[in-house]
Structures are given as C-alpha cells and as structure tokens.
C-alpha cells in the first residue's frame, strides 16, 4: 500500500501495481499491437495497393508509430488510463494525485514508452521500476502518473471469539496495540489453515509473544497462541463497533434535533419572547421588566494631582 496525497489534500491510500502484473499487461498489449501491424501488413500486401517499394516502407513506418504509441496514448485516454492489458488484469494508471490520467500525461507515456520498450527493448522500464519507491518507469516519472490494482484481494472472515475467553477478553488493555501488529496477527490467523503444523506454532508463538507484551492482562494458562490472538482481535473488533455505533447514534449537540419532542401548547402565550420583553411583562415576583433603567451618570475624572497610587494594576490584600 502506498499513500496519495489528493488536490483536496486528503491522504488516500492505494495499492500500487507490482511489476510481475505490469509485465504481463505489457505482453498482451504488446502481442496486441504485434497482431494488428502483421494483419495489416498482410492485407496491404495482398491487395497490391502499394507498389513503390519506398512509398510502402514510409507507410510502414508510419503505421508502426501510429500503433506503438497511438494504441496506449488512445485507450489510456479513452478508458481513463486503462489499456486492454491492464483492463485484463484490473491495472489503472492514475495522477501522482490520485485523479484520472489525462490526454497530456497518456502523450508522454506513450512517447517515453516507445523509447523504452521498442528502442531498448524494455531495461530503461526494469531499472527505474526497480530503483523506484512505486515501482514507476521513466513515462510514469516523467508524466507524474502511477499504476494502481484496482482489484483488492479476497479477505478472510474476521476472527470470532472463543467462548472460554469472552470474559477474560473484555477486560483487556488494548491501547498498546498497534495496526501493524494487529495486522500481522490477522494475517497470521488467515493462512493458519494453509501453515504445517511445525510452522504454525513457531510463528504463533512469536506472534503472540510480541501481542502480549503490549497487552494486559496475560491470557489464562493454557491458551494456545491462535486461540489468544483470535480472542484479541475480535475484542478489538468488538469494541470499535461500538465506538462507531455510538458515534452514529449521539445525537448532535445544537440543532432542532437534539432538543427532543415536545407538546404543542405546553407554556402559554407571552411567557418568553417578544410578547414579555420590552412590553411590561410580568416577572416571578410580580414585578414588571419594562423598558430598563437609565444608567447612572458616569462619575467626574479625578484631578490628576488627586489621583490614588498604587504600587500596580491589583489591590494588596489589608
């Protein structure tokens, strides 16, 4: 997985194309272009419409640009960067930002990639794609794109809880417990089926030997490792469904509907309002509001000769 920072500047992550699936989505478009520039050689040739040898060679030429660079820089742009090889296996080549790529940035892939794969026969695209962090060739790095699976790979049920240990499992400490960690004991409990004997209880005890030492309390003697790490997992799970369900059901703090309901005619007329205030209304001792009171005149400034000392901005206590 790797980060993308958005326009919007919003941090997605994205699972970036490994090269094996790139490589293959290569080969089909290439046996692709192959196809259509040996078809159409093949029908040129026996409809006899070309007879100057030199006039043919410069509409082979001519036709082997328009299918090398053409054919990516046309279906990437049509298809919002995808060509019919990476359709096949749920490839994309989207902006360094997250957005779809454009007709600009599909012009220079397909320039830098008639150059890499067709002139070099591909070693500029195996070594930048190797040297670089997302596995970017040179058309990726110079037109800021990457390519993305789309495909996301089928994930295991969440672990359940062990009936033995749900009591003990709620009075876990689990603020000590990290993603990467959790997610090394979920993959652990995904492949334990596909695990030989030997290797599921050396990776179960090192996996849950680095678990407990970030949780508390210790699980009760005589707990397997994967009995343990299902029982922390599924009270993690547990407890951050609550946390989002009761974050979906609190109401809001201002708003109509964090008031609640009423009746219709509960307080009388003129009890608060406009009806009360500035109108003589009458208060809880009888005495009416009205209109207030003058404020009292504002006392002469003392002669500056008669003005007090003091040694700063608060009274000393007497």
Do not use: C
Not at 27 to 33: E, G, H, P, T
Not at 76 to 104: N, Y
Not at 256 to 268: D, I, M, N
Not at 271 to 290: D, I, K, L
Request: no cysteine; hydrophobic share 40%.
């Amino acid at each position: 997985m790797s980060e993308v920072v958005t326009g919007e500047a919003v941090v997605v992550e994205v699972r970036v194309a490994q090269l094996p699936s790139r490589a293959l989505a290569f080969l089909i478009d290439w046996v692709i272009q192959w196809a259509v520039m040996i078809l159409a050689v093949v029908l040129v040739t026996q409809a006899s419409l070309v007879t100057d040898d030199s006039l043919a060679t410069g509409l082979f030429i001519l036709f082997l640009v328009l299918v090398t660079v053409g054919y990516p820089v046309a279906f990437e742009t049509l298809s919002r960067g995808r060509s019919l090889g990476k359709l096949a296996l749920g490839l994309r080549v989207v902006s360094d930002d997250g957005g779809p790529e454009r007709f600009r940035q599909a012009l220079f892939r397909g320039l830098a990639g008639f150059l890499e794969f067709w002139t070099f026969a591909g070693a500029p695209a195996l070594i930048t794609s190797l040297l670089n962090q997302r596995g970017k060739r040179l058309g990726d790095v110079f037109a800021g794109t990457t390519v993305i699976g789309e495909r996301t790979p089928q994930q295991a049920p969440p672990p359940e809880m062990p009936p033995a240990l749900a009591s003990w499992a709620a009075t876990l400490e689990l603020s000590g417990l990290s993603d990467d960690l959790a997610n090394t004991a979920r993959q652990y409990l995904s492949r334990w089926n596909q695990l030989s004997p030997r290797m599921r209880d050396e990776m179960g005890v090192r996996v849950a030997a680095q678990v407990s030492a970030r949780v508390a309390p210790p699980p009760p003697p005589g707990v397997p490792p994967y009995a343990y790490l299902a029982a922390v997992l599924a009270e993690r799970r547990r407890r951050e469904e609550m946390r989002l369900a009761r974050a979906r059901s609190t109401p809001p703090p201002y708003g109509p509907q964090g008031y609640g309901a009423y009746e219709h005619g509960a307080y009388e007329h003129g009890a608060y309002g406009h009806s009360t205030y500035g109108h003589g209304g009458q208060g809880a001792g009888g005495q009416g509001y009205g209109v207030p009171a003058p404020a009292p005149p504002r006392p002469a400034e003392l002669p500056r000769g008669d003005a007090p000392t003091t040694s700063g901005g608060f009274v000393p206590p007497v």
